[in-house]
């Protein structure tokens, strides 16, 4: 098993993986109930329309998670300043998805680890508090990560974690 991260800005077969598992993603958060996200059906949406904004704006970091080079799954961090957790705050992981079957093996934990590494300052990372899966795998990812230091608390509805990486400075590839 070998994970890794790709920036998938780089290139239009990652985008159109990413466009083409963003409704298992949805999905999850569905059956999840976690309500957060309506159907698209519902809204008269498509995956692309909600997918745009990551590719567009320069500010969002999106990222193809790879187990041997094949795609298993997809993050989006986002560089800003967030009032929930505090000026401070210099990175959000806003969307994290590995597929079903590529679960339970380690690979999130992996790829959690090394979009960390790759942004060195504040993190924000936050889960709805009914999708307690989620909150325990970042409760152990994050607490494993700094060794329990990591602030967390709960508001609308959320659980956020707010912590410092110890990885390299942020890189642009």
């Keep these: 098993m070998a994970v890794s991260i790709r920036n998938a800005r780089a290139s239009r077969d990652d985008r159109n ?13 569905v ?12 809204t008269g949406q498509e995956s692309q329309d909600l997918l745009g904004p990551w590719f567009r704006d320069q500010r969002s970091n999106p990222f193809v998670i790879l187990n041997d080079g ?34 339970r093996l380690g690979l999130g934990r992996a790829a959690a680890r090394l979009l960390f590494d ?29 060794r329990g230091r990591y602030r967390e608390r709960l508001a609308g509805g959320e659980v956020q974690h707010t912590f410092r990486s110890a990885g390299r400075t942020a890189r642009d590839d």
């Design 31 to 42: 059956a999840g109930g976690t309500g957060v996200f309506p159907a698209l059906a519902v």
């Design 17 to 29: 993986w990413i466009e083409q598992v963003y409704r298992e993603y949805l999905d999850d958060l």
């Design 70 to 103: 094949i795609p298993v799954g997809f993050a989006l961090v986002q560089r800003s300043s967030f009032a929930a957790s505090g000026p401070e705050a210099a990175f959000r992981l806003t969307e994290f998805f590995v597929r079903r079957s590529m679960r």
């Design 118 to 146: 790759r942004f060195d300052g504040t993190w924000l990372v936050t889960e709805s508090t009914r999708h307690r899966h989620a909150v325990a795998f970042w409760r152990s990812v994050i607490g494993g990560y700094t």
